[in-house]
């Protein structure tokens, strides 16, 4: 059974922290695009950052610096970190992994950020 896994939500103060992990099992992890998406009410769900099953990165233009995207194969992990947060970052955060040159994409349930004093 295919799973992906959020975990690192929560509630941080404007020019915080947090890191978000995905925990994927059920498919072969190190051949998949493992990528985060965010999406706020009313509002598409919308890239964050892409790695690659080869470690190449991507970032939604606002993230870049701040953001960081990762994997562990051997752990079938990827991570984000975010740095410097902002209210307006505040969101749904997806897990996403799409199939390296297939069609096969999964989704997780997602993990709430909420970037507030």
């Known amino acids: 059974q295919v799973q992906l896994v959020e975990s690192g939500g929560g509630l941080v103060q404007p020019g915080g922290s947090l890191s978000l992990s995905c925990a994927a099992s059920?498919?072969?992890?190190?051949?998949?695009?493992m990528s985060w998406y965010r999406q706020t009410p009313g509002m598409e769900r919308e890239l964050v950052a892409t790695?690659?099953?080869?470690?190449?990165?991507d970032y939604a233009d606002s993230m870049k610096g701040r953001f960081t995207i990762s994997r562990d194969n051997g752990k079938k992990t990827a991570y984000l970190q975010m740095n410097s947060l902002l209210p307006e970052n505040t969101a749904v955060y997806y897990c996403?992994?799409?199939?390296?040159?297939?069609?096969?994409?999964?989704w997780g349930k997602g993990t709430l950020v909420t970037v507030s004093s």
């Open positions: 996403n992994a799409r199939r390296t040159g297939g069609a096969m994409m999964y």
């Open positions: 790695i690659s099953s080869a470690g190449s990165t």
């Open positions: 059920g498919f072969t992890f190190s051949n998949y695009r």
